[in-house]
């Protein structure tokens, strides 16, 4: 079954299904919070208009006698109103000639048809989107798990890239690449000259160098992208959020031989004006001896 939902075909099957099942609870809840607004309604239903004998004459003049003559069919009844099929033709000749009771009617409207109809709506688009969420996470794991068992074929890719054995490949040995040494796992998810502009995500610590480790581990998670191919635009991104990232480590590297030489700088005042202290204090100390003498 798990197989199956991950095939587009089945895919909008397997949440209506599953939506149905996953929602039996919350159903079963509603059905009971339903049954009981119904008998309470129905309880001052009985007070208000079946035992009201001029409410009773109203029944009998419209012939609505049989819908108010029990507990059971006021609630039968009041099932009209879970679903307003034609419960119009119920309140209206009753309102019309007792105005009061629309206080009776207008709360069964408003909590029974509208307020927990739009609930249970509520609850079960909830449930669907939990469920939508949770599929969304189990196909990420399936795909890592198909993504994963690419480690020893990535690996393999590049010891092929290194042509030297060095440990280590580098852009140019990219670019020379043969066609025919691209993994046809890879091809699907990235096209080659797409690789070569992806180079500086690859390259993680900027070393210009990129081993094994960094090679295998950004293309595992390229290939955990959303879509299949990466288009220009996201290429375009990816390359403007690396030179940014290149600008903000050559600002900050400004900013601190900045802040070294300003440091510098304090200091050269600090000790000149210790220098001149010392030389105000030796003045004053001569004049004072001169005047002495």
């Known amino acids: 079954i798990r197989a199956l939902r991950m095939l587009p ?154 042509a030297d054995g060095s440990g280590t490949i580098q852009l140019v040995e990219m670019e020379h690449l043969a066609d025919r040494c691209y993994p046809d796992a890879l091809r699907d998810k990235i096209r080659p000259e797409s690789l070569i502009e992806l180079w500086d995500i690859l390259d993680t610590d900027g070393s210009g160098d990129i081993d094994e480790a960094e090679f295998v581990d950004g293309l595992l998670n390229l290939c955990l992208c959303e879509h299949d191919v990466m288009s220009s635009d996201t290429l375009g991104l990816t390359r403007l959020m690396k030179a940014n990232q290149n600008k903000s480590v050559h600002i900050q590297k400004m900013i601190q031989h900045v802040v070294t030489e300003l440091s510098t700088v304090s200091r050269g005042f600090t000790r000149l004006a210790e220098a001149m202290e010392r030389k105000t204090h030796h003045i004053h100390a001569e004049g004072s001896l001169m005047v002495h003498i």
């Open 9 to 162: 075909l089945l895919k909008a099957s397997w949440r209506m299904v599953s939506g149905l099942l996953e929602s039996w609870s919350t159903m079963i809840s509603m059905l009971l919070l339903l049954t009981l607004a119904l008998y309470l309604f129905a309880c001052l239903g009985l007070e208000v208009i079946t035992k009201n004998d001029l409410v009773q004459a109203t029944l009998e003049e419209h012939d609505l006698v049989a819908h108010f003559n029990s507990l059971i069919t006021i609630m039968l009844t009041l099932t009209q109103f879970v679903t307003l099929d034609s419960c119009a033709s119920i309140y209206y000749p009753i309102i019309k000639n007792h105005p009061e009771l629309v206080f009776y009617f207008l709360p069964v409207i408003v909590i029974v048809s509208i307020s927990l109809m739009n609930l249970v709506t509520a609850v079960l688009v909830e449930g669907g989107v939990a469920l939508a969420h949770k599929d969304q996470r189990e196909m990420r794991k399936e795909q890592f798990r198909k993504i994963k068992k690419l480690d020893p074929e990535f690996r393999e890719f590049f010891r092929r890239v290194d």
